[in-house]
């Protein structure tokens, strides 16, 4: 009778360990979500750090959007990268999300009134991932990213809505660089054929469908920062822009030009512009790196560093006898207002 009570403690304790290791490691788990505003249902990956707990503290949310022609799966091929930043201690515990939207969608609410995937994506999918993984309800817990097609997503949802994300990570953005449909030229669309663009921007004039030139601008980030830059501004967005400097889309021309409108419009921001890179290859996996960093640093608070403050000591009073602030207007109570 001994030996069976100690068989099936070693089991009982065994079976404990197996359940202690399952739960340290990061788990993809499937989901999805049935929805009036666009084909549905709509299916998703959700991948949760080790440790994860339903009922433990809640963890920040991140919107992972996949890119053109691409689907929920890019988060198991990204899996492995977030796996080494957790164990490495480089990412704190979060819940990444991606869910798989129309091939070539661009995450927007379509003209004809067909797809309404911005709707859908900040109404019922937020709603869902918030009730079903029990995540940070908060705007600064609450951040999204995004890859080529995705990194044009999160950027116009960012900046639509400043208000309920804390930050985001567009990487190579599928942006063109202007501000006016007008101004779009080939260089800037060769891989997007007029059906695309007329089944999201386009519109029926006297019986003939066209591009709804309002309705792109609306819809274009670099226009959107122009147009809400006191909003952006104002709201503490954190903002995180990369491309590479060989893109085969040449996606660098829109990356740059959305950093002169983010500088021009003194809306803060981070820029990277890698040397060599193209859009896909080898160097996605420390570029998605360096984004998930950046939306990791969003979440802290801001500490005093003694070392700043003590050379702050022998260089801010040199500025007191300026009469223009820089450029972010950092140090603008230090200086002296310009004469009338």
């Known amino acids: 009778m001994g030996g069976i009570r100690t068989f099936i403690g070693i089991a009982v304790a065994l079976l404990a360990a197996a359940s202690g290791a399952r739960s340290a490691q990061a788990e993809l788990v499937a989901g999805e979500v049935t929805s009036k505003l666009v084909p549905s249902p709509v299916l998703y990956y959700a991948l949760l750090p080790p440790g994860w707990q339903r009922d433990g503290e809640p963890l920040p949310l991140v919107l992972n959007l ?70 940070r309800q908060d705007r600064a817990g609450t951040l999204i990213t995004g890859i080529s097609m995705g990194g044009m997503g999160s950027l116009r949802l ?35 054929a007029d059906q695309l663009l007329l089944a999201a921007y386009g519109r029926k004039v006297d019986g003939r469908l066209t591009i709804d030139e309002e309705h792109w601008a609306a819809n ?35 990356t740059e030009f959305l950093h002169q409108v983010l500088w021009n419009q003194k809306i803060r921001h981070e820029y990277r512009l890698y040397r060599g890179a193209d859009h896909v290859g080898a160097t996605l996996g420390e570029r998605t790196r360096q984004a998930y960093m950046f939306l990791d640093r969003s979440l802290d608070p801001p500490v005093k560093d003694p070392v700043v403050d003590q050379s702050r000591q022998r260089i801010d009073p040199l500025k007191r006898g300026l009469v223009e602030a820089d450029h972010y207007g950092v140090d603008r109570d230090l200086v002296r207002p310009s004469p009338p």
């Not at 990570?169 to 080939?186: D, H, K, T, V, Y």
């Open 66 to 135: 996949h890119g053109g022609g691409g689907d929920r799966e890019v988060l198991r091929r990204q899996q492995p990268t977030l796996e080494k930043m957790w164990a490495a201690g480089e990412l704190r515990a979060m819940v990444i999300v991606t869910p798989s939207v129309t091939a070539r969608g661009f995450y927007l609410d379509r003209r004809d009134g067909s797809e309404h995937w911005e709707t859908f994506i900040i109404q019922e999918l937020l709603a869902h991932l918030r009730e079903r993984f029990g995540v």
């Open 158 to 192: 960012a900046f639509k809505y400043p208000e309920l994300f804390g930050a985001v990570a567009g990487m190579e953005p599928g942006i063109e660089p202007i501000l006016a449909w007008s101004a779009m030229q080939s260089k800037h669309r060769f891989w997007r």
């Open 220 to 254: 274009n980030p670099a226009t959107i920062a122009t147009r809400d830059a006191a909003r952006i501004r104002d709201s503490g967005l954190w903002i995180f822009l990369d491309a590479g400097d060989q893109d085969m889309f040449w996606l660098y021309e829109g």
